[in-house]
């Protein structure tokens, strides 16, 4: 089985001191990094990049969004993506470790931003022209201070990319229907839960374990979720499964016989039906779309 790479922060030019943090302008960080990012991989840190001028396609769990002036990317860590361009990409980027923001933020979550909060939500903002120039001036700020050597340097790029997720907040929340959860216990239920997820949907599909591990009703839990994502707990079970499906598809190129016993599945047609009830083609045919 090909397992996707998984890249670490510190594989990448890190300013001395400025440990758990990095910040290029979008050109020399695919100059130097390009054996690193041509190809499907995960991160383990949060990453954010501006393109100010490009063309192409950037993929995000199997989400293909347009690249173009004023693509705004935020992207969580254990997510698949890879871009593909038509036309020089220029801009901006800038990645940290959960760690970072959380020692500097200690009384935030860092997911609770609509854009990290679920892998269910967009990870893509497009930009007008005058947002683009604000958002623009938040990057070259946060760029300065980390190859400058000013007093405080660290503490200001916290503060800057801070706001620059609060102001992508607004934007995003704007633009869509996704809202900002206020509840801080509700908060907490669906984070735990889609970690719990992630960590056992191999071997438990039920939502009751869930809502055992999590200590609430099933009917509680499927509020939260719904008021969150307007799914059930099942239904993200199901999609957490279905993604990895997908990924050992196409990057794995295992058979939907293998994949459907890895996945835990003891009858591969019985997966094969739930696969294609929820993507509209069977395995083989989700696979040759990517050949």
């Given at each position: 089985?090909?397992?996707?790479?998984?890249?670490?922060?510190?594989?990448?030019?890190?300013?001395?001191?400025?440990?758990?943090?990095?910040?290029?302008?979008?050109?020399?960080?695919?100059?130097?990094?390009?054996?690193?990012?041509?190809?499907?991989?995960?991160?383990?840190?949060?990453?954010?990049?501006?393109?100010?001028?490009?063309?192409?396609?950037?993929?995000?769990?199997?989400?293909?969004?347009?690249?173009?002036?004023?693509?705004?990317?935020?992207?969580?860590?254990?997510?698949?993506?890879?871009?593909?361009?038509?036309?020089?990409?220029?801009?901006?980027?800038?990645?940290?470790?959960k760690s970072f923001y959380d020692f500097h933020f200690?009384?935030?979550?860092?997911?609770?931003?609509?854009?990290?909060?679920?892998?269910?939500?967009?990870?893509?903002?497009?930009?007008?022209?005058?947002?683009?120039?604000?958002?623009?001036?938040?990057?070259?700020?946060?760029?300065?201070?980390?190859?400058?050597?000013?007093?405080?340097?660290?503490?200001?790029?916290?503060?800057?990319?801070?706001?620059?997720?609060?102001?992508?907040?607004?934007?995003?929340?704007?633009?869509?229907?996704?809202?900002?959860?206020?509840?801080?216990?509700?908060?907490?239920?669906?984070?735990?839960?889609?970690?719990?997820?992630?960590?056992?949907?191999?071997?438990?599909?039920?939502?009751?374990?869930?809502?055992?591990?999590?200590?609430?009703?099933?009917?509680?839990?499927?509020?939260?979720?719904?008021?969150?994502?307007?799914?059930?707990?099942?239904?993200?079970?199901?999609?957490?499964?279905?993604?990895?499906?997908?990924?050992?598809?196409?990057?794995?190129?295992?058979?939907?016989?293998?994949?459907?016993?890895?996945?835990?599945?003891?009858?591969?047609?019985?997966?094969?039906r739930i696969f294609k009830k929820k993507c509209g083609?069977?395995?083989?045919?989700?696979?040759?779309?990517?050949?």
């Amino acid at each position: 089985m090909n397992k996707l790479p998984v890249l670490n922060i510190n594989q990448f030019k890190i300013e001395k001191g400025k440990e758990d943090l990095y910040a290029s302008i979008l050109s020399e960080h695919l100059l130097v990094h390009d054996s690193a990012i041509n190809k499907p991989h995960k991160h383990d840190f949060y990453l954010t990049v501006l393109f100010t001028e490009g063309a192409g396609v950037h993929e995000i769990d199997f989400k293909t969004y347009p690249v173009n002036e004023g693509a705004l990317f935020l992207i969580k860590p254990g997510q698949t993506h890879y871009w593909k361009f038509t036309e020089k990409a220029e801009g901006y980027i800038f990645f940290h470790s959960k760690s970072f923001y959380d020692f500097h933020f200690p009384n935030k979550q860092i997911d609770n931003y609509p854009f990290f909060y679920s892998r269910f939500n967009a990870s893509a903002l497009y930009l007008n022209k005058i947002n683009v120039a604000s958002f623009v001036t938040l990057f070259i700020k946060i760029s300065e201070e980390n190859t400058g050597n000013k007093l405080f340097s660290i503490q200001k790029m916290s503060l800057l990319i801070d706001s620059l997720y609060i102001d992508a907040s607004r934007l995003f929340i704007a633009v869509t229907d996704v809202k900002i959860e206020i509840n801080k216990k509700r908060v907490t239920h669906f984070n735990e839960l889609e970690r719990l997820i992630d960590a056992n949907y191999l071997v438990e599909k039920r939502p009751d374990f869930y809502a055992k591990q999590i200590n609430v009703s099933i009917k509680h839990l499927n509020k939260i979720v719904n008021a969150t994502v307007g799914k059930s707990t099942s239904e993200l079970v199901q999609e957490r499964i279905i993604l990895e499906a997908k990924r050992l598809l196409v990057y794995g190129k295992l058979t939907s016989q293998e994949i459907a016993f890895s996945l835990g599945y003891d009858d591969p047609s019985y997966f094969s039906r739930i696969f294609k009830k929820k993507c509209g083609v069977s395995p083989s045919e989700f696979a040759k779309q990517y050949e």
